[in-house]
């Protein structure tokens, strides 16, 4: 079993910044790429950023320049810096993680609030 579990939302104004954090727990698997979606309401779950286990990122075009995904392997931890927040970011963060326990296979987070904010 992987469990993937989140932290650091919040309320933040906007110009302001927050950290999420996401770390993958479980035994024996091996990690592709670890990434960030979010959902705001109304709207389809979009890509924010991924990571792949070479080092390899990948960014949404509305959030280039203001987030910065990394990773801790040791820690099967991924991370989003989000800086410079706007309005729009306003929605629920999703943790992903493509990794191969048995199979390979798409593992999710239960999401993470972030709201946007004056």
């Known amino acids: 079993q992987v469990q993937l579990v989140e932290s650091g939302g919040g309320l933040v104004q906007p110009g302001g910044s927050l950290r999420l954090s996401c770390t993958a727990s479980g035994s024996r698997f091996t990690i592709y790429a670890m990434g960030w979606y979010r959902q705001a309401p109304g709207k389809q779950r979009e890509l924010v950023a991924v990571?792949?286990?070479?080092?390899?990122?990948n960014y949404a075009d509305s959030v280039k320049g203001r987030f910065t995904i990394s990773k801790d392997n040791n820690k099967n931890t991924v991370y989003l810096q989000m800086n410079s927040l706007r309005p729009e970011d306003t929605a629920i963060y999703y943790c992903?993680?493509?990794?191969?326990?048995?199979?390979?296979?798409?593992?999710w987070g239960q999401g993470t609030q972030v709201t946007v904010s004056s």
């Open positions: 992903n993680a493509d990794l191969q326990r048995i199979s390979r296979a798409d593992y």
């Open positions: 990571i792949t286990s070479g080092g390899s990122t």
